[in-house]
């Protein structure tokens, strides 16, 4: 088993930088095919927001953050990062982690790619 243990939320206001880190811990000898960062708000589905793919070192952004969000790893800690800049009201919602490892056969851009998934952190923004 993993576990995920997200940190780094908080309330800020519209423009301010956040940034949320994601701590790996368990059985994580073997590196993961990706992780990446989903955010859900109330009333809405889960939805991705960034993803590192570990074999060839890419980053996957959704549309409506690429360009203000970086996701990096930190490979000694087991950790990854996304740093989010010029955060927007419709940024507001829970963060979730996730990990997927072993073969995935969906998109590293959908929840079914990743079988581990952390608690989640609150982002709020305000206007």
């Known amino acids: 088993q993993v576990q995920l243990l997200e940190s780094g939320g908080g309330v800020v206001q519209t423009g301010d930088s956040l940034r949320l880190s994601c701590a790996a811990s368990g059985r994580t000898s073997s590196n993961p095919v990706a992780m990446g960062w989903f955010r859900q708000a109330p009333g809405k589905e889960r939805e991705f927001v960034a993803a590192?793919?570990?074999?060839?070192?890419?980053?996957h952004y959704a549309s409506s953050v690429k360009g203000r969000c970086t996701i990096s790893r930190e490979r000694a800690k087991n950790t990854v990062h996304l740093q989010m800049n010029s955060l927007r009201p419709e940024d507001s919602a829970v963060y979730y982690c996730?990990?997927?490892?072993?073969?995935?056969?969906?998109?590293?851009?959908?929840?079914?790619?990743?079988?581990?998934w952390g608690q989640g952190t609150q982002v709020t923004v305000s206007s």
């Open positions: 996730a990990r997927g490892d072993g073969v995935i056969t969906s998109s590293i851009r959908t929840t079914s790619a990743y079988a581990y």
């Open positions: 590192f793919k570990w074999s060839d070192s890419s980053s």
